[in-house]
């Protein structure tokens, strides 16, 4: 008789499924607040550039503290930044919930607490740049544009559930969505304290502000106009999402829980898009042409809007809402994937920290531009929005034409004359 054959170890089960639902749960929380916060600034008398700068201040600390926190995921591992992110945004949805609960007899008071809570919740901002470093770490480079389409359906499910939580909470009580929302947070990261296995294998081995510096990665030309289109791409999405909620109010006298809803068919369309639609599309279409479709569709979402201004239909509404949800959908994680493939393994968390950090410098300027655009006309604002992002598609198909010649060059070259494309 032949000896038994010893048995086999299972494979690993992956934790992409547990990072799934801490995003979601996180994404939850986010999606709670954001709807309401030009609701909470306008109770202590807000001016329509005041909401936008409410948005502006947290942006710029994400700006500050994206890249850093990226960085230091490289080296320290994603695990203790996804914990430190999850619970500053719960010590700032607490803090936006003591603000509303209050009774100020000087609203600028007031209002100082809900920008001290952007501010907590700016500087704490690395958990979507060290979530997608993790999705790279553990996944081979021909399933990301799946696994980053998957992660952006938890944000979109965020968005759909969320604003609605939101919504009806809000509506009853104001310091009880900020609750609900402290609460997501605190449980998902709790998830990753006591479930979620670290996926950093190799930390990077540098010390000081070399190690905190993503500058060395705009040394790569294809990653440097990468990051560059999504600023613009970003400024563009932020100048809509800044007066949003206050043009659905004046034009369509919508409170916040139509404002809730409306938020919630956003997020159901990125579910669909993300969750079902992104990885079929990229392996018939291929990545770039999904990103460059993206910002088309929605700079003509943004000429839809045009036309609500004039003709306030729901129909029209739904519709623009729809195009640019699905637009959006199809850049956010095809473009990200693109960035994935331009950064070494062990530059993740580095490459998307700049990533991200550049999309929150948009936020900076966006929204308090727009502020100031939607004060004048509120056409004008969409019009403006649509341009950057038709320009933004102009330019993704400019940096897929150098990166295909690049590679083709590379290609070309024989093993001994071969050399790195990008500088390391």
Request: aromatic share 8%; hydrophobic share 55%; net charge positive.
């Amino acid at each position: 008789m032949s000896a038994a054959l010893p048995a086999r170890a299972p494979a690993p089960k992956s934790p992409f499924g547990l990072l799934f639902l801490i995003v979601l749960v996180d994404m939850l929380g986010f999606g709670i607040i954001i709807p309401l916060l030009p609701f909470y600034a306008l109770h202590f008398q807000a001016s329509s550039v005041q909401v936008g700068l409410l948005l502006s201040v947290y942006a710029g600390c994400q700006f500050i503290a994206a890249p850093i926190l990226g960085a230091v995921s490289d080296r320290v591992g994603r695990r203790p930044v996804l914990i430190f992110s999850q619970f500053g945004s719960a010590a700032a949805s607490i803090t936006l919930a003591i603000a509303s609960a209050i009774t100020f007899s000087n609203p600028a008071l007031g209002l100082g607490i809900v920008y001290m809570s952007r501010l907590v919740d700016g500087f704490s901002g690395g958990n979507i740049s060290a979530a997608q470093a993790y999705v790279a770490d553990i996944t081979d480079p021909k399933d990301r544009a799946r696994r980053m389409g998957m992660l952006g359906a938890a944000f979109g499910i965020g968005f759909a559930i969320g604003p609605g939580i939101g919504g009806v909470a809000g509506h009853f009580y104001p310091w009880l969505a900020p609750l609900i929302a402290a609460t997501f947070s605190l449980t998902a990261g709790t998830l990753v304290m006591l479930r979620l296995p670290e996926s950093l294998t190799q930390p990077v081995k540098k010390h000081g502000w070399q190690l905190l510096s993503s500058a060395r990665l705009l040394r790569k030309p294809v990653l440097a106009q990468l990051t560059c289109v999504w600023f613009l791409a970003m400024f563009a999405f932020v100048m809509s999402e800044a007066i949003f909620a206050l043009y659905l109010a004046k034009r369509y006298h919508f409170a916040e829980l139509h404002v809730g809803l409306t938020f919630m068919l956003a997020g159901i369309i990125i579910i669909i898009v993300q969750g079902r639609l992104i990885g079929p599309m990229t392996r018939v279409l291929g990545e770039w042409h999904v990103a460059i479709i993206g910002p088309v569709l929605c700079a003509a979402a943004m000429l839809i809007y045009t036309q609500t201004v004039a003709t306030p239909l729901i129909a029209l509404l739904v519709l623009a809402v729809i195009v640019f949800a699905t637009g959006r959908s199809m850049l956010t994680p095809s473009i990200s994937t693109l960035v994935s493939h331009e950064a070494k393994g062990n530059e993740q968390g580095a490459a998307f920290g700049l990533f991200h950090g550049m999309g929150s410098l948009a936020r900076v300027g966006g929204p308090a531009i727009a502020g100031l655009i939607y004060d004048q006309s509120m056409r004008g604002l969409f019009l403006t929005a649509g341009t950057i992002l038709a320009i933004s598609g102009v330019w993704l198909l400019l940096v897929r034409n150098m990166s295909q010649a690049r590679h083709a060059a590379l290609n070309a070259t024989t093993p001994d004359d071969q050399v790195s494309v990008d500088t390391p």
